[in-house]
Nanobody, 125 residues
């Protein structure tokens, strides 16, 4: 079973930037289709972004489009990244990385087989 680990979260002022990383617990020679979800306190988990393993299909939620960028990594242990710019207080949440081997990206969380424990992102006003 592959475990994912997110890193790069933290506290940032509104307008600032963070880059989240998603690493896998073991090397994989199969490309991952990956996604990022987030869950704010007291709210349901929501879709943020997803990318097909070949990078040709990318989805963003309306709330982050134009500010966040998802990308893949070129190492066997790193799944990918989420670059977050122009952060807003409403982006405050725990961010989760999710992945599946191959396949197509989806905004539905049940489409993914592997999940991380999450990393906290807090944006102050």
């Amino acid at each position: 079973q592959v475990q994912l680990v997110e890193s790069g979260g933290g506290l940032v002022q509104a307008g600032g930037s963070l880059r989240l990383s998603c690493s896998a617990s073991r090397e994989s020679y199969d490309p991952y289709t990956m996604a990022w979800f987030r869950q704010a306190a007291g709210k349901e988990r929501e879709f943020v972004s997803a990318m097909k393993w070949d990078g040709r299909t990318v989805y963003y939620s309306d709330s982050v489009r134009g500010r966040f960028t998802i990308s893949s990594a070129n190492t066997k242990n790193t799944v990918g990244y989420l670059q977050m710019n122009s952060l807003k207080p409403e982006d405050t949440a725990v961010y989760y990385c999710a992945a599946r081997r191959g396949g197509v990206p989806s905004y539905r969380d049940y489409a993914y087989d592997y999940w991380g424990q999450g990393t906290q992102v807090t944006v102050s006003s």
